[in-house]
């Protein structure tokens, strides 16, 4: 969800009137006509801001909402709970690690589903994915396989090679740019997140597709696919938040007709290369063995184990939507948005640099594409990087709002020990801020501060982990709908991390320093760096 745009409260206001004219009626009819209804315990609900006729809290909501929801928790006292109604939406906005708790572990089967989605219903094969499908019998297979046959750790270890040989890829093109710099003796900057991101989704290309992902330029039309399709799906869904407009029908008409025209686009790049790989005899024995390899990528797994999960060509592509959609933009912004904290805090650039050279001696790196690259197998005693990983996740969280949750029936959720209680209806939908709750200076020390330290033996924050466990610190949620990408996301953000710092000592542009490296961020289903990040790369000496 983003923040609303001016454009559609210009749209809403001329209706406000109507409605409210509408509702004011229906109200008068119900406390006039007949015998009235049994009163409600809407004393019971979680505790409400003031709201506004028609839009409810909709103007509250900034252009970062993990910020604004912050914000108006804390000046309204609602620092654990809170309900807001967005238009007509219900939404319960969860800020601390009890309520948390409460909704991912305690009540984990009553809020395990998501809410319904014009986008997803369209983009997404019904939607056939993991991530946006509703909780029930076909989620629970669907997850079943991924976390078994695609994402499972096994899995992830097969792609180790893939992962060193698309890193060494990377590492000569910055080797490049350092090398024209020191020929021309000056000072040739990159754009780091440009590479980052060509490195995650020729990643995910790699794994969906296997070696052959560059033929055709197909990673060039994923990611471009990629671009185009994750604004809709965090975008501001008018006839979600204000049904009435339904009635009208233009606003839906318009953005169905776009979903349509990405999921034609997506239907012709999954389909030719699901033929292809039908079509090749080798896939064809694999196929009949029923047995899918360890190295075997994501299409070929599909095309093992189809028959078994009772898998349609749609659910198919709606599961290889996922590792588009959900691995390429969290990847490289988390590996972004590190380099940019590395570069704002020398120390801490120092420190990770001397952990990562004495732990790979130069002439002891692996050797991969022609490059000399610090190997996965090199980074299992690296304690302070993955402390950095950790840190990263925790300050620069690039999912600061859970993709929401939906409750399927009324529930009870104690609060204040046991003290005092709220219902949550059924059909509401619930936002968790695991910004808010990453920084909140009661669960953590120097809240704001970036200190890897915190995570390493004897830290504040030693025993806290990011499986889901540790309720103030939930990068990858909890409970049923935890991600089944983690292992593989983290494998990729270490190893590139270990390698970009090994290399390289990384500068300002002339002209540039690292306070002007600017943090703010640009919201959507995944946050990003709002400025370009160009650092100067200069080969170790």
Known sequence: MTAPQAWLLLLLFPLALLILARYSLARWFRSHGGERRRKQPLDRLPPSPPALPVLGHLHLIGSLPHVSLRSLAKKHGMDDLMFLRLGAMPVLVVSSPRAAEAVLRTHDH????????????????????????????????????????????????????????????????IGEAAAEGAAAAGEAAVDVGELLSSFTNDLACRAVMGASFRGEGRNKLFRQLVCDTTPLLAGFNAEELFPFLAHFGVIGKVVRARCERLRRRWDELLDRLIDDHESNENEAAAVASDDPKEDDDFIRVLLSVRQDYGLTRYQMKGLLFDV?????????????????ALMRNP???????????????????????????????DLSTMSYLRALVKESLRLHAVAPLLAPHLSTASCRIDIDGGAGFVVVPAGVRVLINVWAMARDPRFWEDAEEFAPERFLDGGSAAEVGFKGNDFQFLPFSSGRRQCPGMNFGLAAVEVM????????????PPGKEARDIDMSEEFGLVVHRKEKLMLVPKLRV
């Open 110 to 173: 009553v809020f395990a589903s998501r809410p319904q989605s014009l986008v997803a219903e369209v983009v997404m094969y019904g939607p056939s994915d993991v991530g946006f499908a509703p909780y029930g019998d076909y989620w629970r297979q669907a997850r079943k396989l991924v976390t078994t046959h695609l994402l499972s750790a096994k899995k992830v270890h097969s792609f180790r090679h893939a992962r060193e040989e698309e890193v060494s890829r990377v590492m000569a093109k």
């Open 324 to 340: 588009f959609a959900g691995g390429i933009d969290s990847i490289s912004s988390t590996l972004e948005f590190t380099m940019a």
């Open 347 to 377: 120390r801490v650039m120092n420190k990770l640099q001397a952990e990562v050279r004495s732990k790979t001696p130069k002439g002891q790196e692996t050797v991969t594409e022609g490059q000399e690259i610090v190997g996965e197998a």
């Open 497 to 508: 991390l270990a390698n970009l710092v090994h290399r390289f000592d990384w500068e300002m």
